[in-house]
């Protein structure tokens, strides 16, 4: 056995994607027993398990199993076609808004977890043999150069030379400002528009990118190594939210496409490749999709003529999507008659009447398509596994026009097109 001390990396759960997961044990490749001890945590008494490589992208995400802690004992049994990424973690974490999770991959191994509060989680063990202990060295490896950066960046901000003058500045007037008002979302954006540059000190600049070099060298190290699902798995969660560097989708093309070639993973990786790789002047991608009286829809049929078109991936829960699809509606009442035409698909977890509530409430007039638990990887397709939704303006030749436009930027495309 090889016991392995955890300091938990990801703040992160996956989530089953490309070849679902299954709970019968007959037809199972795979049977991984997972069974551990969770210590200083009386008030936990549940344990989510998820299945996949994709990671917690959103609310629309379903756990695998929901496993009950007794008396600070927990075990489950996976069943799945092929070895896994997996991770476990807290409900209660999750509906916290904030978890770590304990990440592992499954295979044909029993698995031994000891588990500590998140400020403990240096004390975590997970003992195994296989694919779980390979993965597990890796990210340790990784976890160790973090550890450098880390102790370097507490000491230059101990000396207050870690942030510029500019940075520290617009963190003390979001800090001031009242919580979700228009005053910090201003503050925030201008935030997240700062280059490293003018957030970082140069000493400490210099020594983070020091540490992304070393950081993706060593990357590029493993993952080039012998295939392994504990390999690839690394090489993958690099794509779950954006595209890493060309190095790493060359590996991935070179190596694992070929090695592995039927993997629930190679597939999550070509969606994630060119939902990203979606630009401007593309053609979209099609699909198909149940309307809410369950039957099926091809989407390029459904937008077959119209002039503009407005896919509107959006969700119940996502409110900012639910906003910008609200804006729309008088702009369809106007133009659906000359050609402009939404169709909708709503990001759902287990049922879709929050999916109805959310219609009957907002008033939506076009026609809404469901993407009931990622079933149909719509999401993964575009490029926005990790969001609520995205809004895909097409042309009659099925080209992007834009990402996202604002309710004005809209309305002056439409009406270049469909006249005033």
Not at 48 to 72: C, H, W
Request: proline share 4%.
């Amino acid at each position: 056995m090889i016991r392995i001390a955890i300091i938990i990396l990801s703040l992160l759960i996956a989530a089953c994607s490309g070849n679902q997961p299954q709970n019968n044990p007959e037809n199972a490749a795979i049977h991984c027993h997972v069974e551990g001890t969770v210590h200083n945590r009386p008030d936990s008494d549940k344990l989510l398990l998820f299945v996949g490589i994709s990671g917690y992208t959103s609310q629309a995400t379903k756990p695998y199993a929901e496993i009950d802690i007794k008396n600070g004992k927990f075990s489950c049994d996976i069943y799945i076609d092929e070895a896994q990424y997996c991770e476990l973690i807290f409900e209660e974490e999750i509906q916290s808004g904030y978890w770590q999770a304990i990440d592992f991959v499954a295979d044909n191994n029993d698995i031994k977890m000891e588990i500590y509060p998140r400020e403990e989680s240096g004390k975590n063990i997970i003992e195994s043999v296989g694919s779980t202990a390979e993965y597990q060295s890796y990210k340790i490896a990784l976890r160790e150069l973090q550890d450098k950066t880390n102790k370097l960046r507490d000491k230059l901000k101990s000396n207050g030379i870690c942030y510029t003058e500019e940075y520290n500045s617009l963190m003390a007037k979001i800090e001031a400002a009242s919580n979700n008002s228009p005053e910090q979302a201003k503050l925030l954006e201008q935030l997240q528009a700062m280059t490293e540059e003018q957030q970082y000190a140069p000493e400490f600049l210099a020594e983070r990118k020091r540490y992304q070099a070393e950081r993706k060298a060593t990357i590029l190290k493993i993952v080039s190594g012998e295939p392994s699902i504990a390999r690839f798995s690394i090489l993958a969660r690099l794509m779950v939210y954006n595209l890493p560097d060309g190095e790493f989708i060359d590996v991935f093309k070179n190596i694992y496409a070929k090695a592995m070639p039927d993997n629930a993973t190679t597939a999550f990786c070509h969606r994630q490749i060119n939902g990203h790789n979606l630009q401007i002047g593309a053609r979209y991608i099609d699909f198909e999709a149940p309307d809410l009286d369950g039957n099926m829809h091809r989407f390029s049929e459904m937008i077959d003529g119209a002039k503009i078109v407005m896919l509107d991936l959006w969700a119940s829960w996502c409110a900012p999507c639910r906003k910008a699809s609200m804006e729309m509606i008088p702009l369809y009442e106007q133009y659906k008659d000359k050609g402009f035409a939404i169709v909708g698909v709503a990001r759902e977890t287990g049922s879709t009447k929050a999916m109805k509530n959310a219609i009957k409430k907002d008033g939506y007039k076009w026609p809404q398509l469901v993407e009931l638990d990622d079933s149909g990887n719509i999401w993964a397709k575009y490029g926005c596994i990790n969001s609520g939704g995205r809004r895909i303006l097409l042309d009659s030749d099925g080209r992007i026009l834009a990402f996202d436009p604002t309710i004005e930027e809209l309305t002056t495309i439409i009406e270049k097109n469909l006249g005033k």
